[in-house]
């Protein structure tokens, strides 16, 4: 792994099975909102893209405060001391995006989307 990398295989491998996906967001108020590890993208710059269809209160606690968690794991890819199953906590920062080239590649993969989440990734770390 490029160590200047801060998605690691192991991550990617996690996104290529289906699983729950956590966002948590404070601002106006705490909020946790789902999606699923198959709906984020990983750009080459290792920024997230989620499709947002809904997400109003994060995007309302996003507006205030930028810093956001998400959580994400796969009981199907085996993690420390052989543990079956693995999961991440990752610390960002966050946008929204409207438009652009982003925001028309995500509208193509997910027609449903209004808006896609950018999660500029600060850390990702292996928790089990």
């Keep these: 792994m490029n ?7 192991k991550f ?11 966002i948590t967001s404070w601002g106006v108020e ?3 909102a789902n ?3 198959s709906y984020l993208v990983i750009t080459d710059d290792e920024r997230i893209l989620i499709p947002a269809y809904a997400l109003r209160k ?4 996003v507006d205030v405060n930028n810093k956001v968690k998400i ?3 796969s009981k199907d890819v085996v993690g420390y001391n052989d543990y079956q199953g693995t999961g991440f906590l990752v610390d960002g920062t966050a946008r929204y995006i409207s438009e652009g080239e982003e925001y028309d590649m995500m509208k193509e993969k997910f027609s449903f989307l209004t808006r896609v989440l950018e999660i500029t990734v600060e ?4 928790m089990l």
Excluded: F
Excluded at 3 to 9: A, G, P, T, V
Excluded at 12 to 22: A, I, R
């Design 71 to 73: 959580t994400l794991g």
């Design 12 to 22: 990617l491998e996690v996104l290529e099975h289906e699983g729950v996906v956590s």
């Design 3 to 9: 160590e200047n990398r801060k998605l690691s295989d």
């Design 123 to 126: 850390s990702a770390k292996q």
């Design 35 to 37: 999606t699923w590890n």
């Design 30 to 32: 705490v909020h946790v």
């Design 58 to 61: 994060t995007e309302k606690n």
